[in-house]
């Protein structure tokens, strides 16, 4: 199976920062790297799909880069709602894999 | 409204079985790939299962092959998730997911519903 390793496990941010985070597989999984946002109670959101495809109806504050192992979340300048656990998912092969989420909370 | 909606969730003793669905609407339910994903409490994602739309393939996490069953029902725009022989470590929210499959990402997930195993 493809491990996903994402880092830092929480950040603890403020309102306009600029905030990324990174993505890490065990293997080489080209450009099929998906970015989702979850907060407590609630299902997962897709924000970036295929690496850095922006999903329809995300703010343009939110932007992903990478390929190969090495993914980068983006977040340019925070908002009080982007407060949530932010999770990467391979979709290069079955088992699709999530990483362990990346915490976003206030400083 | 484009939306899914997960049902059936519940407590269930260990051993016991559970069928979970999920309703779609909004969209045209039998052209699109379907998955189910679940969370256990406080803790991250984890996929379970996945269904073509036509049915002709299915794919399974290894912690729930041969226990669980993916189906789905396109002229009831319903989803099946059949668990059998449940543990413990099944206790988790299950959701459903649409898939795209062009680069096989989850674009539009219900709600969840709650599978508590425990005796």
């Known amino acids: 199976d493809i491990q996903m390793t994402q880092s830092p496990s929480s950040l603890s941010t403020s309102v306009g920062d600029r905030v990324t985070f990174t993505c890490r597989a065990s293997?080489?999984?080209?450009?099929?790297l998906n970015w989702y946002q979850q907060k407590p109670g609630k299902a997962p959101k897709l924000l970036i799909y295929?690496?850095?495809s922006l999903q329809s109806g995300v703010p343009s504050r939110f932007s992903g880069s990478g390929s190969g192992t090495d993914f980068t979340l983006t977040i340019s300048s925070l908002q009080p709602e982007d407060f949530a656990t932010y999770y990467c998912q391979q979709s290069y092969t079955t088992p699709w894999t999530f990483g362990q989420g990346t915490k976003v909370e206030f400083k | 409204e484009v939306q899914l909606v997960e049902s059936g969730g519940g407590l269930v003793q260990p051993g016991g079985s559970l069928r979970l669905s999920c309703a779609a609407s909004g969209f045209t339910f039998s052209t699109y790939s379907m998955n189910w994903v679940r969370q256990a409490p406080g803790k991250g994602l984890e996929w379970v299962s996945y269904i073509s739309s036509s049915s002709t393939t299915m794919y399974y996490a290894d912690s729930v092959k041969g226990r669980f069953t993916i189906s789905r029902d396109n002229a009831k725009n319903s989803l099946y998730l059949q668990m059998n022989s449940l543990r413990d470590e099944d206790t988790a929210v299950y959701y459903c997911?649409?898939?795209?499959?062009?680069?096989?990402?989850?674009?539009?997930w219900g709600r969840g519903t709650l599978v508590t195993v425990s005796s």
């Open positions: 997911a649409r898939v795209r499959k062009a680069y096989w990402y989850f674009d539009l």
């Open positions: 293997q080489s999984i080209s450009s099929y």
């Open positions: 295929a690496a850095s």
